[in-house]
C-alpha cells in the first residue's frame, strides 16, 4: 500500500496571502496524484490530477507541482471560498490511497 | 447535469449486511470506471473499492476484501456495494464516485450513504 503524508495537518493563512501544501507518497506513483477540496457538508472535488493540470473549471489560482514522492498544491491570492479542507491522492496502483489531509483555516 | 445518487444506508449491527446503491445519470455510464470512497464523519477519505466499465476489473482496500463485493448494471446506470461481515470500523459515510479525466481520479461525487454499524 503507498501511504500518502499530508503537511502540515493545519495551515493558519489570511485571505489574499498565498500558500503551499505538501504531500509526500511512501513509494513512486510518478505523476499519478490528484488533489480534491472538501467544504464541511460537501463531498469532495477534484482540483487537480496528473499532479500539476487543473481539473475542468478550477480556476488558475491553484497550481500543482511534482513527480515521484513528493507534490505540492499552491493557492494563490487565498479567496473565502477557499478555507476547506485539501486532500491528495495517488492513482497509480489499483489500491488508490488518500492523504489524511490539510486543513486551511482564516 | 452528472448526477450520482446513493441509497441503502442505515443502521444495522455489527456481522450484518447491507447493499448499497448508486443512480447514475447525466453521462455514458459504460464508459467508465466507478468506485466507492467511505469517511467517517470528521475523518479523512478512504478508497474502498472500484470497478472497470465492464466489470472485468475490481479492486478493494485490504480491509474489505472477502466482505464486500462491488458490481454494476450498466442497462440500469447503476453501481451497488454488497457489504456483508459489518463492523463498527465500517460505519461511515458511503460516496459514489465517477471516474475522472484520468482513471482513478474522480470528477463526480455523490452526496453520500451514512452507513452505521452498531449494536
Known amino acids: 500500500e503507498t501511504v500518502m503524508t499530508q503537511s502540515p495537518a493545519t495551515l493558519s493563512v489570511s485571505p489574499g496571502g498565498r500558500v503551499t501544501l505538501s504531500c509526500r507518497a511512501s513509494?513512486?506513483?510518478?505523476?499519478?496524484l490528484a488533489w480534491y477540496q472538501q467544504k464541511p457538508g460537501q463531498a469532495p472535488r477534484l482540483l487537480i490530477y496528473g499532479a500539476s493540470t487543473r481539473a475542468t473549471g478550477i480556476p488558475a489560482r491553484f497550481s500543482g507541482s511534482g513527480s515521484g514522492t513528493d507534490f505540492t498544491l499552491t493557492i494563490s491570492s487565498l479567496q473565502s471560498e477557499d478555507f476547506a479542507v485539501y486532500y491528495c491522492q495517488q492513482y497509480n496502483h489499483w489500491l488508490y490511497t488518500f492523504g489524511q489531509g490539510t486543513k486551511l483555516e482564516i | 447535469e452528472v448526477q450520482l445518487v446513493e441509497s441503502g444506508g442505515g443502521l444495522v449491527q455489527p456481522g450484518r449486511s447491507l447493499r448499497l446503491s448508486c443512480a447514475a445519470s447525466?453521462?455514458?455510464?459504460?464508459?467508465?470506471?466507478m468506485h466507492w470512497v467511505r469517511q467517517v464523519p470528521g475523518r479523512g477519505l478512504e478508497w474502498v473499492s472500484g470497478?472497470?466499465?465492464?466489470?472485468?476489473?475490481?479492486g478493494y482496500v485490504d480491509s474489505v476484501k472477502g466482505r464486500f463485493t462491488i458490481s454494476r448494471d450498466n442497462t440500469k446506470n447503476s453501481l451497488y456495494l454488497q457489504m456483508n461481515s459489518l463492523r463498527s470500523e465500517d460505519t461511515a459515510l458511503y460516496y459514489c464516485v465517477k471516474d475522472g479525466p484520468v482513471a482513478g481520479t474522480g470528477d463526480y461525487w455523490g452526496q453520500g450513504t451514512l452507513v452505521t454499524v452498531s449494536s
Open positions: 513509494q513512486r506513483v510518478s505523476n499519478n
Open positions: 470497478i472497470s466499465w465492464n466489470s472485468d476489473n475490481m
Open positions: 447525466g453521462f455514458n455510464f459504460d464508459d467508465y470506471d
